[in-house]
């Protein structure tokens, strides 16, 4: 019952050792398309901003934008929604940190040197170097910005990671071993209190995003959490009636999960 993300770099062979372990394992392999095809149960304009904010660095202005906290609540809780699942892998998108509390989660990052990434590129896309190199860089760049500005953490130190696979040392197909290997172990560690506390952090995202995406006011405050008994809503708000439209929205989506009321209004 082990889940595993990836965090990779441009070019190092992440996404086909991740396909490979889904195939050996019969995991769960979850893509890009399959995410935004559930944030597009939301409405297609959360599609559209989706897609220009993924994986990019965001602008102040987005930081502080609803567009961008609602894409970035969606991608989460689908995300975590997928990991109830268990068997399943996660590519990229700050997995690694959502699930730093749980021991059945195997938390590895790929990497290799740029000349041994700008190379591959080259092969695989039939690039010249000078551009797979740019592409290498900008990629990196935009992937950790985008990761910074949502997490406040540096995607290259690996104490954020289980293992951290070279794979100019190593081919993918001793990466794929290594990653079943340690899988097993992981798998070992699951227990069904940590599946509810899994569970309790599911529903405290939902929650969180069908929130945001259904105001048409922004809450830049706004925390939901689960504290093993009910879904704790804290934050600051404006009027009445914003607090009347997080309260409906909260106890609909958390049901039969009682909410705990601790938003307040700015200067009480």
Same mark, same amino acid.
């Given at each position: 019952?082990?889940? @595993?993300?990836? %965090?990779? /770099? ?6 086909? +050792? ?14 890009? #398309? ?5 944030? &597009? ?10 897609? #220009? ?8 202005? #987005? ?21 109830? *699942? ?8 700050? &997995? ?11 938390? $590895? ?7 041994? =990434?700008? /190379?591959? $590129?080259?092969?695989?896309?039939? $690039? ?5 190199? /740019? ?12 990761? *910074? ?13 289980? +293992? ?9 197909? #001793? ?22 506390? @899994? ?11 069908? +929130? $945001? ?34 309260? /409906?929205?909260?106890? %609909? ?8 009321? *601790?938003?307040?209004? =700015?200067?009480?």
């Amino acid at each position: 019952m082990a889940i @595993l993300t990836i %965090c990779r /770099e441009s070019g190092a062979g992440g996404e086909e +050792i991740g396909k490979a372990v889904a195939e050996k394992l019969g995991y769960e392999y979850v893509t890009r #398309e399959a995410i935004f095809k559930e944030i &597009g149960e939301h409405g297609e304009q959360w599609v559209k901003w989706g897609r #220009e904010m993924d994986d990019h660095k965001p602008s102040l202005w #987005e930081r502080f934008d609803l567009s961008f906290a609602g894409f970035v609540a969606l991608k989460e809780s689908i995300m975590l929604n997928h990991a109830t *699942k268990n068997n399943v892998i996660l590519m990229g998108r700050g &997995g690694n940190w959502m699930l730093s509390e749980f021991p059945h989660a195997l938390r $590895i990052r790929v990497m290799a040197p740029v000349e041994t =990434r700008v /190379e591959r $590129i080259v092969k695989r896309e039939g $690039i010249d170097t000078e551009t797979a190199r /740019e592409m290498i860089v900008e990629g990196d760049a935009e992937r950790a910005a985008y990761l *910074k500005a949502i997490y406040h953490k540096d995607w290259t130190k690996p104490k954020f990671y289980d +293992i951290v696979f070279d794979t100019a040392k190593l081919s993918n197909d #001793e990466v794929v071993r290594m990653i079943i290997d340690e899988l097993e172990a992981k798998d070992k560690k699951f227990t069904p209190k940590v599946d509810e506390k @899994l569970r309790q952090l599911a529903l405290a995202s939902r929650v969180k995003a069908d +929130i $945001i995406t259904g105001l048409n006011s922004f809450v830049p405050t706004l925390e939901v959490q689960h504290d093993g008994k009910q879904i704790v809503l804290k934050g600051t708000i404006h009027t009445a009636e914003e607090k009347n439209k997080i309260l /409906e929205i909260a106890e %609909c989506t958390a049901s039969p999960t009682p909410i705990k009321n *601790k938003l307040h209004y =700015r200067g009480a």
